[in-house]
């Protein structure tokens, strides 16, 4: 078994001895074969056999940064950083340093999130508000164009949660905070394993928030870029999210922001799709939707909604979406229709020209697979997928044969 950088040092410095790194390597290959990602740091502290400073000075030893993209909040491992790279979850660049304190954060929990401080000053929560009724408020997750997603704690019972409000609350008319309400509800109805769960809604000081379980794991782009997950391991996670999208889509509900970053494989290897917050009802009016503000990530935008505006996004677009995330975690975090910094001229690529082949990127690639992919990011819906679990149930068929 190759040992890492990580666990040569720590030989080096005493840390532990080579049968123990033996032993710790073994179970992180068991975990990486269910999907689960699990940091040799992590495992140092769960054994005891170092704590967090003498990881941080491992990780100094590798010249290894956790760096930070402002946008949307996601952490990478950057070795060698030059200070240029972008962020595969958002395309905002380009990503900074955390602080010492972070680093800390980072290495423990691949959903890390920034101290208290740094989600007061960004955006919702005033100084004052950091304690919103019985939670306390941790950090943030992350937001999209409609609300925000904070890490906070039920003082009544302990349990650590996820909290889900609308941004610029006390500025929407009420049709908006009740299309949010109807939303909590149908979730929390879903049910469904790979579907984060949907606790509740509560409101304090005049807020209404959505009770969410705190997910312990990594997202999906991070697990890629990482090269975490095998080629099966990648395919079966895609199948659970289209399973997941299923149930979304038969509850009458529509995701709109399908992406990597937007799935977080849990401690259990299991996919669960996250992030509803700019979910929409299948058979809402787009009178409740946000005048002049773009739902969803550029490069998993539909061509349909490009041309048509909400009114065309349905169960087809989030189909799409899925297609474009097999498309981007197959080929090295590359898009159907090119770079994305111009996105002008991505949203003309869209509409005018055909996609770029996936055997451009990965030609290794079985034509089986490339043909799902090609299918589910077909220009024209009559020729995509006509439903996500159509999708899942390919993509499964495909696994059955490739054994």
Not at 313 to 336: H, I, N
Not at 357 to 364: F, I, M, N
Request: glycine share 10%.
């Amino acid at each position: 078994m190759a040992v890492p950088l990580f666990g040569q040092l720590a030989i080096q410095r005493g840390v532990l001895d080579a049968p123990k790194l033996e032993a710790l390597l073994a179970r992180q290959q068991a975990a990486r074969a269910k999907g689960r990602f699990v940091r040799l740091g992590e495992l140092l502290r769960e054994t005891r056999v170092c704590g967090s400073r003498t990881v941080r000075e491992l990780l100094a030893l590798q010249h290894v940064t956790i760096v930070c993209c402002a946008r949307c909040g996601a952490r990478y491992d950057a070795v060698l950083f030059q200070g240029q790279r972008r962020c595969l979850r958002c395309c905002a660049g380009p990503l900074q340093p955390t602080s010492p304190d972070e680093q800390d954060l980072a290495v423990e929990d691949v959903l890390a999130e920034g101290p208290q401080a740094q989600a007061i000053e960004q955006g919702f929560l005033t100084r004052s508000a950091a304690k919103l009724g019985p939670f306390l408020v941790l950090g943030e997750i992350g937001r999209g164009a409609m609300g925000v997603v904070y890490k906070a704690r039920d003082t009544r019972s302990g349990q650590v949660v996820a909290l889900k409000l609308l941004l610029r609350q006390e500025e929407l008319p009420w049709e908006e905070v009740t299309r949010f309400r109807r939303e909590a509800e149908a979730i929390a109805r879903l049910n469904h394993p790979n579907v984060v769960r949907c606790q509740g809604l509560e409101e304090h000081q005049g807020l209404v928030c959505m009770v969410l379980e705190f997910l312990r794991g990594a997202p999906l782009d991070q697990l890629c870029v990482q090269g975490l997950l095998d080629l099966r391991g990648l395919i079966g996670l895609a199948a659970q999210i289209g399973r997941a999208l299923e149930a979304v889509h038969a509850a009458g509900l529509v995701h709109r922001d399908i992406k990597p970053g937007n799935v977080v494989v849990d401690t259990r290897g299991q996919a669960r799709l996250v992030d509803f917050g700019i979910a929409k009802s299948s058979q809402e009016s787009v009178s409740l939707t946000l005048e002049d503000q773009v739902l969803g990530s550029l490069p998993y935008i539909a061509p349909e909604y490009v041309l048509q505006g909400v009114e065309a996004l349905d169960a087809l677009c989030d189909v799409y979406a899925l297609g474009v995330l097999l498309y981007a975690t197959l080929s090295g975090a590359r898009y159907p229709y090119g770079d994305t910094q111009d996105e002008q001229g991505y949203v003309v690529r869209l509409i005018e020209e055909p996609p770029t082949s996936l055997t451009r990127w990965a030609p290794q690639l079985d034509p089986g697979l490339v043909a799902i992919v090609a299918k589910a990011i077909a220009k024209e819906r009559g020729e995509r997928y006509p439903s996500a679990g159509a999708l899942a149930a390919d993509l499964e068929g495909w696994l059955a044969s490739a054994r």
